[in-house]
């Protein structure tokens, strides 16, 4: 992004409070890609940090009538991303099934290709693991391993956009093999310890 | 707690860089729940902000895909849920333990039924298909294959264009002082499915079993059209003839607005979900305005007309190529499927009382559907030839 234009951003928020969707655009334009930086920073996740992302401007255009008049266009919207993403991670620290699911893309390798699952995994475990998670991750999940629906329908069935699509697939299966295997060795500790 | 704010800096870079333990992580999230450290959480957030850069991984985003979610005010992608069931299962929590620093609670009492995909005969969804009956009496089958100029109705000719939709295009002439109304009506059959423009510019989405009757070059002060089953509508903007869609014993004026109009003999009631504009419905004496993202619905035998706050997207799933339900009863998932798969539904001993939600793509076979449903429990079918049968599980 270049220098901050304070003058020229000012009159762009301007416009875009009469209405002027090209200036809109030019601000999205603008601003997407620190934002979603940002927001992958804290969370972890590039899926949820599109949601989020896409959040925030809907947030802005919906409310682009109380546009006028703002001093730092910057911080103005700087400030909703903020929001919005405290709001995750405090959402966050008051359930362990999410903090797991950061968890594991937090620790797990990022690599960008879809990671294989077992189908001899227990059904049982995925199921749990996937219950953690959710519904709408759930459902693109399902759609892809159970419907076999490439990542592009998904995308058109759910209306979520394609780079979403995948990445929620990875994430899950991230989740899932992390799941899987803290899951497989609490068990076998767990039967040391009944046949000791 | 007292106040430990350089714990908290070391337990937050130690989460941005991904190299925390586990247990740090545990307790990075114990100081984020603490709103004691907001403010600080506040500061790092900001600062970060202010130095990053872009990463590589943001050219990989579909920008334009939400650009456009947002300039339509789609919001929370509304991914409703599923046909299976792994969510909403209480899960008691037995132990937590602890392995070469990992946190992991077990959870025991799952219940969690497999999914299952029946294979049966399948039946075809439908497709463009409609029969357009002009004003002499002669007909015309139209499907997605036939293009160009169809044939004329005085002055206003009849094309089907590139995408396949039928198009009324009256010249720019003055028109006569004495004019022939040709009423023509274009009707779609079970498992069909139409576009059309009326000569006004109007869109018009014609779903399965339905029949829609206009004159070929709208005259006087109104625009009337007659609508059996079902349509949506988007009706261009005219203020000096307002656009009046009539159907049994109910008429919607409108100036200019999209909205769905559905009216199916064989359904208990008529109804109407307004998306966007201003539409004002007469039944008989009574009269109800509509505002966006309102359903009016009235029954055969009286005026009454009730308004409620509807899902605009459920309610207009077929036209954007979907069956979405939103906690439905089976009938009116079986109305859906009747029509566009033009089967017969019949119901073998108590109706099951299961409700369903989710979105599934009106292109798939009648087999997947089915054994979707099937996986939310309270529902076994059975195919027949061209009939499903229905019984509680």
Redesign the interface.
């Known amino acids: 992004?270049a220098e901050y234009d304070v003058l020229s951003e000012k009159l762009l928020l301007e416009k875009i409070a009469q209405g002027d969707?090209l200036a809109?655009?030019l601000v999205?334009?603008l601003y997407?890609?620190?934002i979603?930086?940002?927001i992958?920073?804290?969370t972890?996740s590039?899926a949820d940090a599109?949601?989020i992302?896409?959040?925030t401007?809907?947030t802005l255009?919906?409310n682009r009538n109380t546009l006028h008049q703002i001093e730092h266009p910057r911080n103005y919207i700087?400030t909703v991303?903020?929001n919005k993403?405290?709001h995750y991670?405090?959402q966050?620290?008051?359930s362990?099934a999410r903090?797991?699911v950061i968890?594991a893309n937090?620790?797990l390798d990022s690599n960008e290709t879809e990671e294989t699952l077992q189908l001899q995994e227990s059904?049982?475990l995925i199921?749990?693991a996937?219950?953690m998670m959710s519904?709408?991750k759930?459902?693109?999940f399902?759609l892809s391993r159970?419907?076999g629906f490439s990542h592009e329908?998904i995308?058109?069935?759910?209306?979520?956009?394609?780079?979403?699509v995948?990445n929620i697939i990875v994430e899950v299966l991230k989740f899932i093999k992390m799941y899987i295997a803290?899951?497989t060795?609490?068990l076998a500790?767990?039967s040391w310890f009944t046949d000791n | 707690m007292e106040q430990n704010n350089e714990r908290f800096n070391y337990l937050l870079k130690k989460?941005?860089d991904?190299n925390?333990t586990?247990q740090e992580?545990?307790e990075f999230?114990?100081y984020?729940?603490d709103p004691v450290y907001?403010e600080i959480?506040?500061a790092q957030?900001?600062h970060?902000?202010k130095s990053?850069?872009?990463?590589a991984?943001?050219h990989?985003?579909?920008?334009e895909?939400?650009?456009q979610?947002?300039?339509h005010?789609?919001?929370?992608?509304?991914?409703?849920?599923?046909f299976?069931k792994?969510?909403g299962?209480a899960?008691s929590i037995a132990l937590v333990?602890t392995?070469?620093g990992?946190y992991?609670?077990?959870?025991t009492e799952?219940h969690?039924s497999?999914?299952m995909?029946v294979k049966r005969h399948d039946v075809k969804p439908g497709g463009d298909k409609a029969i357009l009956t002009l004003a002499d009496g002669s007909k015309i089958t139209l499907d997605n294959t036939v293009k160009g100029t169809l044939t004329h109705q005085g002055n206003t000719s009849i094309k089907q264009d590139s995408s396949g939709m039928l198009v009324y295009d009256t010249n720019a002439e003055p028109r006569p002082a004495v004019e022939t109304a040709y009423t023509n009506t274009l009707t779609t059959p079970a498992g069909g499915k139409f576009m059309l423009v009326l000569p006004d510019h109007s869109k018009v989405w014609l779903n399965s079993q339905s029949s829609i009757s206009y004159v070929a070059a709208f005259r006087g002060h109104e625009r009337i059209v007659e609508l059996k089953g079902e349509a949506y509508f988007e009706i261009s903007k005219d203020p000096q003839r307002p656009f009046i869609v009539k159907s049994g014993r109910g008429s919607v004026k409108v100036l200019g607005t999209h909205f769905n109009v559905s009216a199916y003999p064989d359904e208990r009631l008529t109804e109407v979900v307004l998306s966007e504009g201003s539409v004002r419905l007469t039944v008989g004496a009574e009269i109800a305005q509509l505002k966006p993202g309102q359903q009016a619905s009235f029954g055969k035998h009286d005026d009454a007309i009730s308004l409620k706050e509807v899902d605009v997207d459920e309610a207009v799933d077929w036209k954007n190529g979907?069956f979405q339900f939103d906690n439905a009863e089976i009938e009116k998932v079986m109305n859906k499927l009747k029509r566009w798969y033009n089967i017969d539904v019949q119901y073998q001993g108590i109706k099951p009382g299961v409700k369903f939600t989710?979105?599934?793509?009106r292109d798939n076979n009648l087999s997947?559907i089915l054994g979707l449903l099937e996986t939310s429990g309270g529902v076994k079918f059975q195919i027949t030839d061209r009939t499903i049968i229905v019984k509680k599980h």
């Not at chain 1, 995308?155 to 979403?164: I, M, V």
């Not at chain 2, 990053?52 to 990463?55: A, D, S």
């Not at chain 2, 992991?104 to 959870?107: A, C, E, I, R, T």
Request: proline content about 1%.
């Open positions: 992004m969707e809109f655009r999205f334009d997407k890609t620190k979603y930086t940002f992958v920073n804290f972890h590039r599109e949601e992302v896409q959040d401007f809907l255009w919906q700087y991303v903020r993403t405290y991670l405090k966050a620290s008051k362990q903090m797991q968890w937090l620790k059904k049982k199921d749990e996937l219950s519904a709408q759930q459902e693109v399902r159970y419907e329908q995308a058109d069935a759910t209306g979520l956009s394609k780079s979403r995948k803290q899951c060795s609490i500790i767990i | 989460y941005l991904k925390c586990a992580f545990e999230f114990t984020v729940a907001e959480l506040h957030m900001n970060n902000f990053l850069n872009p990463g991984d943001v990989q985003v579909d920008w895909n939400m650009y979610n947002v300039i005010h789609r919001g929370k992608t509304k991914m409703k849920t599923l299976g792994w969510i299962v899960a333990v392995i070469g990992g992991w609670w077990l959870k799952r969690t497999a999914v995909l979907y989710g979105i599934i793509s997947k």
